[in-house]
């Protein structure tokens, strides 16, 4: 079967989740790769949560808070970005592509926007392949046994 | 009715062992309320003394060192079943600790870069630890070195954990206090430790942090009043459990993190990642890389004792 990228949205409440739910109402035609999850806040978005996601099964995770100069709480879509930015440093180090993360600006009228963003970032996906971490690191571990034959013991929940 | 217990070592430095022995004269009140029936760092016992013993035999165990090697599993696996409580002691059994950052290595490339390549290795002929060596008819067999290091709770339940590089000694001598008395909190429990973060026990002048600038140690003197992040030292307090006494803060050092995280956080250093980027000054993706750029080797820095329990365990292969 050809390889569809999964694809975790964290969407702030104020801009890009109501920017997505325009894209709907206007029946704007993009892929559907992204799972959404609504947050109050692109500042609300700890990097455990885009890890986990990467961990569980996610090839790419996508961060959508409002236009800077436009957070709802003033500050929050700045934090949003310092540790986007951090992030995608530390990626590297996990052997992990920075490009499977990505912060965007769009507001809760950019319907047409998110639509392109969306298609985008799912082609870049697409291109990178998928990530298959918690089978790499379950993998690396298959050796890791006691005695000749035997099984790891942590198997399960990377 | 005396205690018994258990104390071993996996990998690990033996830096915990000696912080049992730092309780100076109140070694002998541990003495005095224990047996100690296994501690192969300070008395002479063998593996078969425990494997002699009836299940359930040890009151207590306490196991210092990660998991990186097939005998500190099946050693583990065998203390698991002796202990009626199985105690992680210390970072590298708690997090990993220091020998869980070659989790950002292969196996092959640590035997390689430690055989071969390091700068005082005489080894014309390549020759690497094997297995199993035969020598004059004689069979030998080494425990298997690991791919991934491991904290202890990845291999065996774990009742109680006593963070710390090492756990404060005074911490250790509580502990013990604790299961000599019965009063062990519930399963899964932190003890010998506090249950808010370092920053919250701190006492220096903390006010808005806005940060430009990262240092390391050795490039400044820090000022012996403010704090660290304040002064563009990245020290790890905000995510780190109190507990240690500040030891490292006290002696103008900051803090690398070996308590671990508190109650209910997933994954140490990326709680410390964002505690960092919400302190960092500006709103500009290039100001703002500018002032990363100088975070050296982020994510091991950030998970320097917590990279074997981070989210992903171990660097993607």
Redesign the interface.
């Known amino acids: 079967m050809a390889f569809e990228p999964r694809i975790v949205g964290f969407l702030c409440n104020w801009c890009t989740y109501t920017g997505a739910d325009l894209a709907g109402t206007a029946r704007v035609k993009y892929s559907p790769n992204v799972r959404s999850i609504r947050v109050m806040c692109s500042g609300r978005v700890d990097p455990v949560f885009i890890i986990t996601a990467l961990a569980g099964g996610a090839d790419g995770v996508l961060i959508g808070g409002c236009h800077p100069g436009d957070c709802h709480y003033q500050e929050g879509n700045y934090k949003a970005l310092r540790r986007y930015l951090l992030l995608r440093k530390i990626l590297p180090e996990y052997g992990i592509e920075p490009e499977r993360v990505r912060l965007e600006w769009v507001s809760a009228s950019e319907g047409e926007r998110f639509g392109r963003v969306v298609d985008e970032f799912t082609e870049q996906i697409r291109a990178l392949g998928p990530l298959k971490l918690e089978e790499s690191v379950l993998e690396s571990m298959k050796n890791d046994v006691m005695h000749e034959g035997g099984t790891p013991a942590h198997t399960t929940g990377v | 009715m005396k205690l018994k217990i258990g104390i071993y070592w996996g990998a690990a430095c033996g830096g915990c062992d000696v912080a049992i022995l730092d309780t100076h004269e109140r070694i002998l009140e541990i003495a005095a309320a224990a047996d100690i029936l296994f501690w192969p760092i300070a008395m002479d016992f063998k593996y078969d003394d425990v494997r002699a013993m009836p299940d359930g035999h040890l009151d207590a165990v306490l196991y210092s060192g990660a998991i990186r090697n ?1 005998e500190n ?2 050693i583990a ?1 065998l203390l698991r079943r002796k202990a009626k409580a199985m105690i992680a002691l210390g970072a590298c059994a708690h997090i990993g600790g220091i020998p869980g950052l070659s989790n ?1 290595f ?1 196996r092959d490339e640590t035997l390689k870069r430690v055989y071969i390549e390091s700068e005082s290795a005489d080894n014309p002929e390549g020759v690497l630890p094997s297995e199993r060596t035969v020598n004059d008819g004689n069979e030998l067999e080494l425990p ?1 070195f ?3 290091v ?1 904290t202890l709770s ?3 339940d774990v009742d109680y954990t006593i963070p710390g590089c090492p756990p404060a000694s005074m911490q250790i001598y509580s502990a013990i206090g604790l299961i000599a008395d019965g009063m062990l909190p519930k399963k899964g429990s932190v003890i010998g430790a506090g249950d808010r973060a370092l920053c919250d026990e701190c006492a220096r002048t903390k006010s808005e942090k806005k940060i430009t600038k990262i240092y390391r140690t050795h490039e400044r003197l820090p000022d012996p009043e403010t704090c660290f992040l304040e002064q563009g030292y990245l020290c790890l307090g905000p995510a780190t459990r109190s507990g240690c006494g500040s030891r490292c803060i006290k002696s103008g050092v900051p803090c690398r993190g070996c308590y671990g995280p508190l109650d209910g956080v ?2 140490q250093g ?2 410390m ?2 505690a ?3 302190v ?1 000054d ?2 500009e ?1 290039q100001e ?2 500018a002032t ?1 750029d100088m ?1 050296a ?4 820095t ?1 998970h320097r004792f917590s990279l074997a329990s ?8």
Do not use: C, F, H
Request: glycine share 2%; charged share 25%.
């Open positions: 097939s599993e099946e696996v950002m292969t298997r690991y791919n991934t491991k990845q291999v065996v997933a994954d990326l709680k990642l964002s960092l980027a919400s960092i500006g709103k993706e703002i890389n990363l975070v080797a982020p994510l091991t950030l981070s989210i992903p365990r171990r660097k993607k292969v």
